[in-house]
């Protein structure tokens, strides 16, 4: 078994992603069969963000991709020879 | 029928499937809850798959396990060539 850090990351990434994924399946599949007057609906934002916010991730997602290959193109330019 | 049409023609079957229920293109007049849970479908299962990514990488790096025998043979090994190597010359 792997120890310490890398248990603690793994298992840590493991939570995560089980918590986003039921927060969302609640939010995208249960909410809108749950009477509008039950107080469940405080602990979600509005329905139009379910769709909003993993497009503004995606985006970012794209953006940092973008960067880090520039980063790595512009380190990596050489200069001309010259003859 | 080569793997590219099988899944191009299984995606659009669902795909179409998934418009029909969200546009109402055929006039079935589905109750409402129904089509507010069906039209964020594709976007759902692209964070469902997401999500599983990341919970497989996450399990893996916590199980993967450690070799410590061979990784003490291995910094001897290094040890061993880098001598080797200042004998002959090789400046490390």
């Known amino acids: ?83 | 029928m080569t793997k590219l049409l099988e899944w191009l023609l299984g995606v659009s079957l669902v795909l179409s499937a998934w418009a029909v229920v969200s546009f109402d293109l055929l006039e079935l007049s589905l109750p409402q809850t129904y089509r507010e849970v069906a039209w964020p479908m594709p976007l759902y299962l692209l964070v469902t798959f997401g999500c599983y990514s990341l919970a497989t990488v996450g399990y893996r790096v916590a199980t993967f396990n450690d070799c410590d025998e061979a990784s003490a043979e291995l910094q001897g090994q290094i040890q061993e060539a880098k001598q080797d190597l200042r004998k002959k010359g090789l400046k490390i």
């Open chain 1, 1 to 83: 078994m792997a120890t310490g850090v890398d248990q603690a990351v793994g298992m840590s990434l493991v939570v995560f992603s089980l918590l986003l994924f039921t927060y969302y399946s609640v939010w995208v599949i249960i909410l809108p069969f749950v009477d509008s007057d039950h107080i469940l609906h405080k602990y979600f934002l509005p329905r139009e963000y379910s769709v909003i916010l993993p497009g503004i991730a995606a985006v970012i997602l794209l953006l940092c991709i973008g960067a880090f290959i520039a980063v790595i193109m512009w380190k990596n330019r050489k200069p001309k020879k010259v003859d």
